[in-house]
């Protein structure tokens, strides 16, 4: 079948360029598709592990038109990042939870997944071929997208005979347009993102596109983006398209119970985990639209979002507005994340892994 392109070895490869840096606007770079170098290429046909890897050029890949992932949506993606330090060290954020994320993603779509370690060392390999795109310390990140896909045919309903694991990556700086600046939420209680028993607790291609309906309708109306309520009782907020999200009141952090509708984000579970180290309380439950409006603080959380403060969130016409600023919990925790990634703050748990 030709369902792949020509795996070439990177050692044939020859960069672009040696200078240190690509030509790139490092002060504008938003959060679009900058093509790099390389990307990272393997399949597995047959059985449960995943050829040896290559890097190839970064280019269009091609696929059966009958491929798993076109016709029936059998796909999952990942998003970690690599960052350059300021003594020029080049940092990954806890990739290894991200494998972990693929493989229970790969079991609920029934494909197979890369090891940990060959995960871990793909998404190295990845930043390290490209890395003259990684951005000057504080200007953004490497943002690297794994995705795993049923690229071989299929006709009636079943898993691909084949399945591809690709890397790409591009340099990227803040999610929203709005840069660093609060968001602006709006709760849709048309729309769901995700039901009891389906797949809204993994990374599935098929998470993402439902959710375009209510985000650009949201977008044209000026808001960010859109939270989400359960779709049993619409009552009880879910997540937003892009992010997780807390809120805080009396200064007890809250976070909806992650059950199989909400997404297990890298970024929300070492938020978490800062906060507790911080002292807070951390309730992971139910939390009903009330609670939201009633909160001092709201904020979102994600690998391609980081921690980004909510101004506001409009529901039913209503529209209220949180506490902001230097002195918010978000802000406190968000200084201790980057302080881990930066290195300015002793990363004792192991999360950083230098490339
Ligand atoms: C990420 O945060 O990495 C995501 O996958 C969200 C995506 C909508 C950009």
Known sequence: SRTA??????????????????????DNLGFSLRPTDYMYITKCSGGDSFEEGHLSRYGNIELSPSAGVLNYGQGLFEGTKAYRRENGRL????PDQNAIRMQAGA??????????????????????ANKRWIPPPGKGSLYIRPLLMGSGPVLGLGPA????????????GNY??????????????????ATRGGAGGVKTITNYSPVLKAL???????????LYLDSVYKKNIEEVSSCNVFIVKDNVISTPATGGTILEGVTRKSIVDIALDHGYQVKEQCIPVEEVMEAD?????????????????????????YKMGDQCVSQELFSTYMGIQKGDIEDKKGWILEI
């Open 161 to 172: 005979p084949e399945c591809t694991f690709l890397i790409y990556a591009s340099p990227v």
């Open 297 to 321: 603080e709201v904020f979102c959380t994600g690998t391609a979002v980081g921690v980004a403060a909510v101004g506001s969130i409009t529901y039913q016409g209503k529209r209220v507005e």
């Open 176 to 193: 929203f347009k709005e840069g660093l600046a609060p968001l602006n939420l709006f709760i849709d209680d048309e729309y769901h993102r």
């Open 216 to 226: 650009t309708r949201a977008k044209s109306r000026g808001f960010s983006d859109v």
């Open 91 to 94: 940092c990954l954020f806890r």
């Open 5 to 26: 392109p020509s795996l070439q070895p990177v050692v044939e490869l020859s960069p672009d360029s040696d200078d240190e840096y690509a030509d790139v606007d490092w």
């Open 107 to 128: 079991e609920r779509m029934c494909m197979p997944s890369p090891s940990i370690h060959q995960f871990v060392e793909a998404v190295k390999q990845t930043a390290f």
